[in-house]
């Protein structure tokens, strides 16, 4: 199962390339003033969605953040309709009611981000049950924060799924830093340390070597879709941007966040020209992502505004499914 | 016909659905092994197995957030907060998730779950354990809530609730668990947001819902010895709530009167008097007069209890007001 699942190392940086020539773009259009609201970027974080969600089938499930942009393309949600989403139009995959924060892809299992810290821990508590009393063989996986660790919904759902043994893997993404205030100052515990006094068998891997991320994901998915019960993955990473796309980040020395050595494409790359592969197959997974984000964005800004009446009426299910 | 108990109507309620579908599990705070608080989720531990009824450790936010991410990944989960004080707890899963999914993801996502909450006093639980908050709920959209009164109802409230692929609440007053009604065979089923005639008149109206509905007809009751006839209309469901039932009660009676054993400020009778104030205005011959409880939390000490709850000699006096 390991080794048939396994993603190439050209694979992960395909999908972490295309994260970030998608991010890239977003906060482009994000200045421009073609997307609204605000955005949350995991720049330098790509090493975690590809890494986890490479290890997943396209039945498991996943619930995600409000960083939640590459977990969502990891998990193989639709590029076009990601951006007809963030951008508002109407089809995209919410049809404009949820924008970055919350996109979602039922086909996928996508969940959903959510704008809510922590919320996704028991949504995917949930999802395992559904995933253990149907016997479907999938799993369920979310990704939260460090600072997620600190609600007290993190106790209830790792408790939960601790007792029930549950076919969950919780990954904390541990970027250092919660909206403007360092872990430090935030967290007593030490994350896996956390998950072990739920009897939850807990990894750390540096989050900015997908390689490593990956291998661990696959021993960790094997291990609960064996039965295991729940398992829980700490990723080190590095958030390389604001907290938000236009934090002015007063908080903090630019260089803390952005040490080119860490960044995990980079590495990839050099890692991969060390191996031998040839520098056109390497540059290509750039050229590719760029070529497919421009796509998308050309079909985002043709998309059509959502109409009011549309969302009205989906507030509930229509009422003729209703008994 | 049989007479059962309200609370032994929900177990049935409940049992009919699980044996009709497997998708359907239940889980909350000592409602397998112990068979729940108040009794009602008894048997259903041994019959359906306990893959499908389980007993949760105290996590109230986990309980219902677990419920949508089950919902969302192909369960029905039913679960119970023991006292619907305790959904202070849940909120973020109620409002946040289960009440927004369908909308904010575009309808990508269905959310067929219910969560069960016995409010109300008159138990002398105390400030904690008393409340009907059940006003909070039916403000958010994407919530449905429904508070059965009779026995019949209580069965096909549940199975309705259980068949809406919207996340629905189920308001149970406790102090209805042990009263004995009439269910009916065939079996009652009933939709969400039908309210019911619980005794016709052209003098009044009352509305009214859950528990308060005894008191209600008590009320009419004392009513009619003095010739005033007053109709009870029984909300049964408050989101979606029957509003062109008490419209047509209305334009019948010509006087409204709305009680429930909830606060009386910004509580479910605000809506319902703000409404026939509007739609009904040109029908109205009174005041709309609204019966609740008084703005203070709900007391411990008998006396102060029994004086807190609205009972049917207020709800005669309301009556008296809109007809003076
Ligand atoms: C319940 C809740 N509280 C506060 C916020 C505001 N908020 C959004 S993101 C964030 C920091 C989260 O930090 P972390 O979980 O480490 O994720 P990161 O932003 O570092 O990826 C906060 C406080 C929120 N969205 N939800
Ligand atoms: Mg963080």
Same mark, same amino acid.
């Given at each position: 199962?390991?080794?048939?699942?396994?993603?190439?190392?050209?694979?992960?940086?395909?999908?972490?390339?295309?994260?970030?020539?998608? /991010?890239?773009?977003?906060?482009?259009?994000?200045?421009?003033?073609?997307v609204?609201?605000?955005?949350?970027?995991?720049?330098?974080q790509?090493?975690?969605?590809?890494?986890?969600?490479?290890?997943?089938?396209?039945?498991?499930?996943?619930a995600?953040?409000?960083? *939640?942009?590459?977990?969502?393309?990891?998990?193989?949600?639709?590029?076009?309709?990601?951006?007809?989403?963030?951008?508002?139009?109407?089809?995209?995959?919410?049809?404009?009611?949820?924008?970055?924060?919350?996109?979602?892809?039922?086909?996928?299992?996508m &969940?959903?981000?959510? *704008?809510?810290?922590?919320?996704?821990?028991?949504?995917?508590?949930?999802?395992? @049950?559904?995933?253990?009393?149907?016997?479907?063989?999938?799993i369920?996986?979310?990704?939260?924060?460090?600072?997620?660790?600190?609600?007290g919904?993190?106790? /209830?759902?790792?408790?939960?799924?601790s007792?029930?043994?549950?076919?969950?893997?919780?990954?904390?993404?541990?970027?250092?830093?919660?909206?403007?205030?360092?872990?430090?100052?935030? &967290?007593?515990?030490?994350?896996c340390?956390?998950?072990?006094?739920?009897?939850?068998?807990?990894?750390?891997?540096?989050?900015?070597?997908? @390689?490593?991320?990956?291998?661990?994901? @696959?021993?960790?998915?094997d291990?609960?879709?064996?039965?295991?019960?729940?398992?829980?993955?700490?990723?080190?990473?590095?958030?390389?941007?604001?907290?938000?796309?236009?934090?002015?980040?007063?908080?903090? /020395?630019a %260089?803390?966040?952005?040490?080119?050595?860490?960044d995990?494409?980079?590495? @990839?790359?050099?890692?991969?020209?060390?191996?031998?592969?040839?520098?056109?197959?390497?540059?290509a %997974?750039?050229?590719?992502?760029?070529?497919?984000?421009?796509?998308?964005?050309?079909?985002a800004?043709?998309?059509?505004?959502?109409?009011?009446?549309?969302?009205?009426?989906?507030?509930?299910?229509?009422?003729?499914?209703?008994? | 016909?049989?007479?059962?108990?309200?609370?032994?109507?929900i177990n049935?309620?409940?049992?009919?659905?699980?044996?009709?579908?497997?998708?359907?599990?239940?889980?909350?705070?000592?409602?397998?092994a112990?068979?729940?608080?108040?009794?009602?989720?008894?048997?259903?531990l041994d019959?359906?197995?306990?893959?499908?009824?389980?007993?949760?450790?105290? !996590?109230?936010?986990?309980?219902?957030?677990?419920?949508?991410?089950?919902?969302?990944s192909?369960?029905?989960?039913?679960?119970?907060?023991?006292?619907?004080?305790?959904?202070?707890?849940?909120?973020?899963?109620?409002v946040?998730?289960?009440?927004?999914?369908?909308?904010?993801?575009?309808?990508?996502y269905?959310?067929p779950?219910?969560?069960?909450?016995?409010?109300?006093?008159?138990?002398?639980?105390?400030?904690?354990? !008393?409340?009907?908050?059940?006003?909070w709920?039916?403000h958010?959209?994407?919530?449905?809530?429904a508070?059965?009164?009779?026995?019949s109802?209580?069965?096909?409230?549940?199975?309705?609730?259980?068949?809406?692929?919207?996340?629905?609440?189920l308001?149970?007053?406790?102090?209805?668990?042990?009263?004995?009604?009439?269910?009916?065979?065939?079996?009652?089923?009933?939709?969400?947001?039908?309210?019911?005639?619980?005794?016709p008149?052209?003098?009044?109206?009352?509305?009214?819902?859950?528990?308060?509905?005894?008191?209600?007809?008590?009320?009419?009751?004392?009513?009619?010895k003095d010739?005033?006839?007053?109709?009870?209309i029984?909300?049964?469901?408050?989101q979606?709530?029957?509003?062109?039932?008490?419209?047509?009660?209305?334009?019948?009676?010509?006087?409204l009167?709305?009680?429930h054993?909830?606060?009386?400020?910004?509580?479910?009778?605000?809506?319902?008097?703000?409404?026939?104030?509007?739609?009904?205005?040109?029908?109205?011959?009174?005041?709309?007069?609204?019966?609740?409880?008084?703005?203070?939390?709900?007391?411990?000490?008998?006396?102060?209890?029994a004086?807190?709850?609205?009972?049917?000699?207020?709800?005669?006096?309301?009556?008296?007001?809109?007809?003076?």
């Open positions: 199962m390991t080794a048939a699942n396994s993603s190439s190392p050209l694979d992960l940086l395909r999908t972490m390339t295309l994260i970030r020539e998608a /991010e890239l773009r977003l906060a482009q259009l994000f200045a421009d003033g073609e609204p609201g605000f955005i949350h970027l995991s720049v330098g790509e090493g975690v969605a590809a890494g986890v969600c490479a290890a997943l089938s396209s039945t498991d499930t996943l995600s953040n409000h960083r *939640g942009h590459g977990h969502a393309l990891a998990k193989g949600l639709d590029l076009e309709r990601f951006f007809l989403e963030i951008m508002g139009k109407a089809e995209g995959m919410c049809q404009g009611r949820g924008g970055s924060m919350h996109v979602a892809d039922a086909a996928v299992g &969940l959903g981000a959510n *704008g809510i810290v922590g919320a996704g821990l028991p949504i995917a508590v949930g999802s395992a @049950l559904a995933h253990q009393v149907r016997k479907s063989g999938a369920a996986t979310v990704f939260f924060g460090d600072g997620a660790l600190a609600e919904v993190m106790h /209830e759902s790792f408790n939960l799924a007792i029930w043994r549950l076919p969950v893997l919780f990954v904390c993404e541990n970027n250092g830093w919660s909206e403007f205030s360092p872990t430090s100052k935030q &967290l007593a515990a030490d994350p340390a956390l998950a072990l006094s739920h009897r939850i068998a807990a990894r750390s891997v540096d989050g900015n070597d997908v @390689l490593a991320v990956h291998e661990m994901a @696959l021993v960790l998915v291990e609960i879709r064996e039965g295991g019960g729940p398992r829980f993955l700490e990723c080190r990473t590095t958030r390389v941007r604001g907290h938000f796309e236009g934090d002015p980040q007063k908080y903090r /020395e %260089a803390d966040a952005a040490r080119s050595e860490d995990p494409i980079g590495r @990839l790359e050099r890692r991969l020209t060390a191996d031998g592969v040839p520098a056109p197959d390497i540059e %997974a750039t050229r590719e992502a760029k070529r497919r984000v421009d796509a998308a964005v050309r079909r800004r043709s998309g059509t505004a959502p109409a009011f009446d549309a969302a009205l009426r989906d507030v509930y299910a229509p009422s003729e499914a209703a008994p | 016909m049989s007479e059962v108990r309200f609370g032994q109507a049935r309620a409940l049992a009919d659905a699980m044996a009709a579908d497997e998708n359907i599990v239940i889980f909350g705070e000592d409602v397998a112990p068979g729940g608080p108040f009794g009602v989720t008894r048997g259903l019959r359906f197995g306990a893959e499908r009824v389980r007993d949760t450790p105290i !996590s109230e936010a986990a309980i219902v957030g677990a419920a949508v991410g089950a919902a969302m192909g369960l029905k989960p039913i679960v119970e907060i023991m006292f619907m004080d305790f959904v202070t707890l849940s909120m973020d899963a109620l946040n998730q289960a009440a927004k999914a369908r909308f904010m993801f575009g309808g990508q269905a959310l779950m219910v969560v069960r909450l016995p409010h109300g006093g008159g138990i002398n639980a105390g400030p904690q354990h !008393s409340q009907c908050l059940e006003a709920l039916t958010v959209p994407g919530l449905k809530v508070c059965p009164a009779t026995v109802d209580a069965y096909a409230l549940t199975r309705a609730a259980i068949a809406d692929p919207d996340p629905v609440i308001v149970e007053n406790k102090s209805l668990y042990a009263v004995k009604g009439a269910l009916p065979e065939p079996l009652p089923s009933v939709a969400i947001g039908t309210a019911d005639i619980a005794r008149g052209r003098d009044a109206t009352i509305v009214t819902y859950g528990a308060m509905r005894g008191m209600a007809l008590a009320a009419a009751d004392m009513l009619a010739g005033v006839e007053t109709e009870v029984d909300l049964r469901s408050l979606p709530w029957d509003e062109s039932a008490v419209l047509a009660s209305l334009a019948r009676t010509h006087r009167v709305i009680a054993e909830a606060v009386e400020a910004f509580g479910v009778g605000a809506e319902i008097a703000a409404r026939m104030a509007d739609v009904g205005f040109d029908e109205l011959d009174g005041p709309i007069v609204r019966v609740g409880a008084p703005f203070m939390p709900v007391p411990f000490a008998k006396e102060l209890e004086r807190y709850r609205p009972d049917a000699a207020r709800i005669v006096e309301g009556v008296r007001r809109t007809l003076a």
